[in-house]
């Protein structure tokens, strides 16, 4: 599989624990200039004499970051790009062993979820006056859900610089079959071609459900119900009203989903959809790089949409990476020129969808809107149409890991006829105020 795309299906399993803990953890403190950095007016100026800046990521061996990090060194000789490069399973844990150690890297590619937990721990630069004095970022311009990725106490920390959503994935070929014109766009319309698409007689069914991603894939539905997760106290809300008649519906489309894939997970799960066991499918980005690579022959088979909408109208989950520049860096000012340099718009749609195989979104408004992203990946307008109806599950509380955690188990529980949707969230969250 190409490697944005295993970083991708890594961080939508992985996202919350991984924030979850930095955030946990966060009375520890990176040292050095954060605060301050960035101070002055006017574009900041190259270095006078030549410097070498490390950059942590997964990427560092791709074709492109390799041929942004040559024209870079072009435009400024005096700046030279030291990659370290990792696996992206181990990016946050390498990370924060060296800011324990007190030898961070000079700026970082990481998954946008860390950045508040790196923020909270005093490790990361502030952002905010190198923002002010540069010409090519444009905080308005971000997609609101990923800037607040990036943003710790009213301060940006990092610049965020690709993502996905997640939508809705369906076999055209079995929509036709089963008398369906069109992708659902309501709930009731949802459920209604769930059910034409099932006949357990034929091995067909409606959708895929996984009880052990069984929270990540309910969150949409909770949004668009106009629910919550937590209040703006910080108490647990995910089982309201709204909360409750959210996961009812989530829960009792598991009639239109096969036994077989119901303990398996989303990723391991693609062979259903790819084989025709299911007519739709809810996942990120990454799915349609994976169906395109491991199951050729179903090309022209399958296409996507945003998810429906509910009550409060459209919502879904998101993921995003992002550029930070470490508080401890004694080469702060090239650093920030090199995470500003990736940040120009043309290079921001070179690592995404101009990237071959790539199924990456940029998180700049302007880029969405350009009719040039469909022209080049016409199966990301879904995704595209979707991040603005992007939100975070990520919860900035170090109880929140294993209140997800309740809630993945008591919504599984419910999905296999153990308990009702209303008992699951009530369970949950009583283990969460407890």
Not at 4 to 9: D, E, G, Y
Not at 54 to 69: C, D, H, L, V
Not at 177 to 186: C, R
Not at 320 to 341: R, T
């Amino acid at each position: 599989m190409i490697p944005s795309v295993v970083a991708a299906r890594w961080r939508a399993l992985t996202i919350s624990a991984v924030a979850v803990t930095l955030l946990a953890t966060a009375c520890g403190s990176g040292g050095g200039s954060n605060e301050a950095a960035g101070k002055g007016s006017g574009p900041v100026a190259d270095p006078k004499e030549p410097v070498t800046i490390t950059f942590s990521s997964w990427i560092g061996n791709e074709p492109s970051i390799k041929k942004m990090a040559a024209d870079f060194h072009k435009q400024h000789p005096n700046i030279t790009v030291q990659f370290q490069n990792l696996p992206a399973e181990e990016s946050s844990q390498k990370l924060t062993a060296q800011i324990a150690g007190g030898n961070a890297p000079d700026a970082a590619f990481v998954d946008a979820s860390t950045v508040a937990g790196f923020a909270s721990r005093k490790a990361l630069a502030n952002l905010d006056n190198y923002i002010s004095r540069s010409d090519v970022v444009k905080p308005d311009d971000y997609v609101d859900a990923f800037k607040t990725f990036t943003t710790f106490e009213d301060h940006m920390y990092g610049l965020p610089f690709d993502g996905e959503s997640t939508a809705l994935f369906y076999r055209t070929d079995l929509f036709e079959a089963a008398g369906i014109d069109a992708p659902p766009t309501t709930w009731d319309e949802f459920q209604a071609d769930a059910e034409k698409l099932t006949d357990p007689a034929k091995k067909q069914y409606g959708i895929a459900m996984f009880a052990p991603e069984s929270a990540y894939y309910w969150y949409p539905w909770l949004w668009q119900n106009g629910g919550e997760v937590l209040d703006k106290k910080g108490d647990v809300a995910f089982n309201s009203e709204k909360g409750k008649e959210a996961a009812d519906f989530y829960v009792g489309l598991t009639k239109y989903a096969p036994k077989d894939y119901l303990n398996s997970n989303s990723y391991d799960g693609r062979v259903a959809f790819a084989n025709g066991q299911v007519g739709m499918y809810v996942a990120g980005a990454w799915f349609a790089g994976t169906l395109a690579e491991e199951f050729p022959k179903i090309n022209g088979k399958w296409a996507t949409a945003p998810l429906p909408e509910g009550k409060a109208g459209c919502g879904t989950t998101i993921a995003g990476d992002a550029l930070v520049v470490f508080g401890s860096s004694k080469q702060q000012d090239a650093a920030w020129k090199w995470i500003e340099y990736l940040s120009e718009p043309e290079n921001m749609a070179t690592w995404t969808y101009k990237s071959e195989g790539s199924t990456l979104l940029p998180p700049r408004k302007s880029l969405l809107e350009s009719p040039d992203l469909v022209k080049a990946k016409p199966i990301l307008q879904g995704f595209a149409d979707a991040m603005k109806c992007g939100v975070s599950n990520i919860i900035a509380d170090p109880d929140w890991g294993r209140m997800e955690e309740s809630l993945n188990t008591e919504l599984g529980k419910a999905m296999y006829g153990d308990q009702t949707a209303a008992q699951a969230l009530d369970n949950a969250a009583q283990d969460g105020n407890g």
